[in-house]
């Protein structure tokens, strides 16, 4: 009876013991399968992304095709933007408004007192202090008010022309994001056209559309942001050089001799006022002169 009893539960122990080994087998052999499935998966993504990243991979002129007609305005833009940006940096420099060779020579010609000899070098080299200073000693002889005056507004203008190019790179900073805003309103319209068409089951032409109306918008962009910086910076310099134009030209024409050069004509302007011919006519009255 004991012996009986001893092989059962033998058996019943082996039994459970070889559920365990078969259950343990089937377990690990889901676990390799699955570890296997996920090694294989992840060894495809690395492949698969390099094979996604060589699809994407655009050019610079796979991009502008794809921002459509509004590049080329936009192109054009940025060649203005580069070339006043160049041409506005040198002519906001002191030193061109005032070559230190140009303002050397002018003084010297001031301490011999040389006015004629100054107006002529003057006349003869081109920057913003030769023509002021040129202008200014051609009104030596109306005296002191005069040549200040003619002093500011030479001034003036020197600051009105350079800053009406500066004011151009406020034009091209506006009208690039309009320019841009355009070719989203026409790619929006030719990606809603596509999907009236297509519907969604074309995702390569409303992919096309989409990323015309992205890269329209993002090149106005790019190119109003550097617009607006150089914009307010050049304005800034112009300011600066202006100032410094000023005290230049001003410290010239201090101390200078007015009453010695009372109705001198230093320069070369010829003058078209002449005394009334109603005075040299017989004196007529001067309101009937005018009115006839």
Same mark, same amino acid.
């Given at each position: 009876?004991?012996?009986?009893?001893?092989?059962?539960?033998?058996?019943?122990?082996?039994? *459970?013991?070889?559920?365990?080994?078969?259950?343990?087998?089937?377990?690990?052999?889901?676990?390799?399968?699955?570890?296997?499935?996920?090694?294989?998966?992840?060894?495809?993504? &690395?492949?698969?992304?390099?094979? /996604? /990243?060589?699809?994407?991979?655009?050019?610079?002129?796979?991009?502008?095709?794809?921002?459509?007609?509004?590049?080329?305005?936009?192109?054009?833009?940025?060649?203005?933007?580069?070339?006043?940006?160049?041409?506005?940096?040198?002519?906001?420099n002191i030193k061109k408004m005032a070559p230190p060779a140009q303002?050397?020579?002018?003084?010297?010609?001031?301490? /011999?007192?040389?006015?004629?000899?100054?107006?002529?070098?003057?006349?003869?080299?081109?920057?913003a202090f030769c023509d002021t200073t040129r202008v200014a000693l051609?009104?030596?002889?109306?005296?002191?008010?005069?040549?200040?005056? /003619?002093?500011?507004?030479?001034?003036? #203008?020197?600051?009105? $022309?350079?800053?009406? #190019?500066?004011?151009?790179?406020?034009?091209?900073?506006?009208?690039? &994001?309009?320019?841009?805003?355009?070719?989203?309103?026409?790619?929006?319209?030719? !990606?809603?056209?596509?999907?009236?068409?297509?519907?969604?089951?074309?995702?390569?032409?409303?992919?096309?559309?989409?990323?015309?109306?992205?890269?329209?918008? !993002?090149?106005?962009?790019?190119?109003?942001?550097?617009?607006?910086?150089?914009?307010?910076?050049? *304005?800034? #310099?112009?300011?600066?050089?202006?100032?410094?134009?000023?005290?230049?030209?001003?410290?010239?024409? #201090?101390?200078? &001799?007015?009453?010695?050069?009372?109705? $001198?004509?230093?320069?070369?302007?010829?003058?078209? !006022?002449?005394? &009334?011919?109603?005075?040299?006519?017989?004196?007529?009255?001067?309101?009937?002169?005018?009115? $006839?």
């Amino acid at each position: 009876m004991h012996l009986h009893t001893d092989i059962t539960m033998t058996l019943t122990t082996r039994h *459970r013991i070889a559920r365990a080994i078969i259950c343990f087998m089937l377990a690990f052999g889901n676990l390799t399968a699955f570890t296997s499935i996920a090694s294989a998966q992840d060894a495809a993504a &690395p492949a698969g992304e390099a094979a /996604a /990243a060589v699809e994407e991979h655009h050019t610079l002129w796979d991009r502008f095709k794809e921002g459509g007609w509004v590049m080329w305005p936009i192109t054009a833009c940025s060649v203005a933007l580069i070339w006043l940006t160049v041409d506005l940096w040198m002519r906001t420099n002191i030193k061109k408004m005032a070559p230190p060779a140009q303002v050397s020579q002018t003084q010297d010609l001031f301490r /011999a007192g040389d006015y004629v000899g100054a107006y002529q070098f003057c006349k003869n080299n081109n920057s913003a202090f030769c023509d002021t200073t040129r202008v200014a000693l051609s009104f030596l002889g109306d005296g002191q008010d005069a040549t200040e005056a /003619a002093i500011f507004s030479e001034m003036n #203008r020197v600051n009105q $022309a350079i800053q009406t #190019r500066i004011n151009y790179l406020s034009v091209i900073g506006v009208c690039t &994001p309009m320019i841009g805003l355009t070719g989203t309103v026409t790619g929006m319209m030719t !990606a809603f056209a596509t999907l009236k068409t297509s519907g969604a089951g074309d995702p390569a032409k409303l992919s096309g559309a989409i990323g015309e109306v992205l890269v329209a918008t !993002a090149s106005g962009l790019f190119i109003a942001v550097p617009a607006f910086m150089f914009f307010y910076f050049l *304005r800034n #310099r112009l300011q600066v050089a202006i100032a410094g134009l000023q005290d230049v030209v001003t410290a010239l024409f #201090r101390k200078m &001799p007015y009453e010695h050069l009372k109705d $001198a004509h230093v320069g070369e302007e010829e003058f078209y !006022a002449a005394v &009334p011919n109603w005075v040299a006519g017989g004196g007529e009255p001067v309101a009937a002169a005018v009115a $006839a």
